[in-house]
């Protein structure tokens, strides 16, 4: 199947519109050729995975490198993610437009390029105009990436392809933690940059020697330029709320307030300009509409993206309560990789034997999820020992792992194959949407019960009780160190109800993904 454009039909409220329609035909690769392909398509979605994270733990130290306010080193994020999210949504264009190969290549090379200017700029302008462009480059690689890994895999390798998938997404985004925090530690900000600019450099080489299917590019297609613009503006003011809303105090500081009023315009005329006025869109949400799966398979990953922000949470208890350095949390973060890789073919494996159908296999996860998420809160205290919570982790990972397995083949699976890659963008959108709004919903509830904690705290911290007394007489009247240790125990009182509160939320999942469209497992063979 070559690359072509379909038109919807005409009605009085919506044009006639003219969609950009990539080339997904499968091409099966084998031997030496097909592994390398393979391999450099899981390296493009590892670098997309770990690109934020990785600079996200280094951010302390690149608002060092620039002389930045914190106020200004924020946008270092806003900036990246504005661009490359809108760009995630423009990759399947870009795709029909240019062709995957072409763009695969021009996007890991000029993500390449950017990192290493990145890591030798000092500037605070420059750097913030390269983390945009950074961020545009690397939002074109993951759609084309996951469609080459997919199409180009022998027959026979093609159904363990979606648990493989899996487990290399729910790795990179962890990885990078760790990469970030290690990296950020031994050899300062900048060189947080050098990992993906190295990793990509080499896969765009081997892309280029293996990768040999024609491209079939539509040069015809006319760019959604107000689209884009709009797509741009709507994730840039979303990323700022929800980096910026409660470090201002939210509606209190006039820059949050417009914020707020920029993305409440910017996104609908975005649907709307994408719907009902542009013949030629970038994005066709009329795919909510005529796909359930994918409107349900987006609200659950939404949902999951919400859930790892568990991460953020439990990086920052480490490092506040138990006084762990960003390496040393990352490295515990690291160990549910181990348990990710058993209950991602644990879950495979109950859908494909038909004991299960997808939906009761994102049930168990999501309640094993609920219960981890639990357990990681009830073992947060002041006093807790680094070990304890390795077991938790592990068991976190086992079921986290279970609930997104399924979700590939729910979305994916699902798809129509001319409108696989429009699909897989959204999917993909999804999981940072879910957690951009918690990291400022989140955030918010962890000040204020913080807050609420401490003058909880305060409120029994009298002489008159017999523990204060000793201690004011030990530290010879020394009540600051004694302030220190309340707020102290406010901070993780406030960590451990926001964890609970992410378990109540991953619950919600479960009446959700009824509402998918699956097949029943079909009925053992009866015994003869």
């Not at 919807?8 to 499968?26: F, K, S």
């Not at 949050?256 to 719907?275: K, W």
Request: glycine share 8%.
């Amino acid at each position: 199947m070559g690359v072509t454009a379909t038109a919807q039909p005409a009605t009085a409220t919506v044009p006639a519109q003219r969609l950009a329609v990539p080339d997904v035909t499968p091409r099966p690769q084998p031997g030496l050729r097909g592994v390398a392909i393979v391999v450099s398509a899981v390296l493009s979605i590892l670098v997309d995975q770990t690109a934020s994270s990785i600079v996200s733990t280094g951010l302390p130290y690149l608002q060092s490198v620039t002389a930045a306010s914190p106020d200004e080193a924020s946008w270092f994020i806003t900036a990246f993610n504005a661009a490359y999210y809108a760009f995630v949504l423009l990759s399947p264009w870009m795709m029909a437009r240019v062709g995957r190969k072409r763009l695969l290549i021009a996007a890991l090379l000029g993500f390449s390029t950017t990192s290493l200017l990145l890591a030798i700029t000092s500037d605070y302008h420059l750097f913030l105009v390269l983390r945009f462009v950074q961020g545009a480059f690397i939002g074109c690689v993951f759609v084309p990436a996951a469609l080459l890994f997919f199409t180009s895999l022998p027959l026979r390798a093609l159904k363990y392809a979606p648990p493989a998938f899996v487990l290399v997404s729910l790795s990179g985004s962890t990885l990078g933690t760790v990469i970030g925090g290690y990296v950020a530690d031994a050899y300062g900000g900048s060189a947080v940059f050098i990992p993906g600019a190295l990793a990509t450099l080499a896969t765009a080489a081997v892309i280029g020697l293996a990768v040999n299917a024609p491209d079939r590019p539509q040069p015809d297609l006319r760019f959604d330029a107000p689209g884009v613009a709009l797509s741009i503006i709507s994730f840039g003011a979303l990323q700022f709320l929800a980096n910026e809303g409660e470090r201002r105090n939210w509606f209190d500081d006039p820059t949050i307030v417009l914020g707020a009023l920029v993305f409440a315009v910017a996104l609908p005329c975005f649907v709307a300009y994408e719907l009902f006025v542009t013949r030629e869109p970038h994005v066709d949400f009329r795919m909510f509409a005529a796909h359930r799966n994918l409107a349900v398979g987006a609200a659950i990953n939404s949902a999951i993206g919400a859930v790892g922000y568990s991460v953020t949470i439990f990086v920052g208890y480490l490092q506040a309560s138990v006084g762990a350095t960003p390496t040393d949390a990352g490295a515990l973060v690291l160990v549910r990789v181990v348990t990710y890789a058993v209950g991602v073919p644990t879950a495979f494996f109950l859908i494909t034997a038909r004991r299960f159908d997808i939906r009761a296999v994102v049930v168990i996860g999501v309640l094993g999820t609920a219960l981890g998420l639990g357990a990681f809160a009830r073992t947060m205290t002041t006093t807790a020992d680094f070990s304890a919570f390795v077991g938790i982790s592990l068991f976190f990972g086992l079921f986290f792992g279970m609930m997104n397995q399924p979700m590939g083949a729910l979305v994916i699976g699902s798809m129509p194959l001319p409108l696989l890659a429009a699909g897989v963008s959204i999917y993909k959108l999804s999981s940072p949407i879910g957690s951009m709004l918690a990291t400022g919903g989140m955030q918010a509830v962890l000040d204020h019960r913080a807050a609420t904690f401490r003058s909880a705290i305060a409120g029994n911290l009298s002489l008159g009780h017999a523990a204060i007394d000793r201690y004011v007489q030990m530290h010879h009247g020394n009540a600051g160190g004694l302030a220190a240790l309340a707020a102290q125990q406010a901070q993780t009182l406030a960590y451990a109800w926001v964890m609970l509160l992410l378990a109540f939320i991953v619950l919600a999942v479960v009446p959700i993904v009824f509402l998918a469209k699956v097949q029943k497992p079909a009925a053992p063979p009866a015994n003869v």
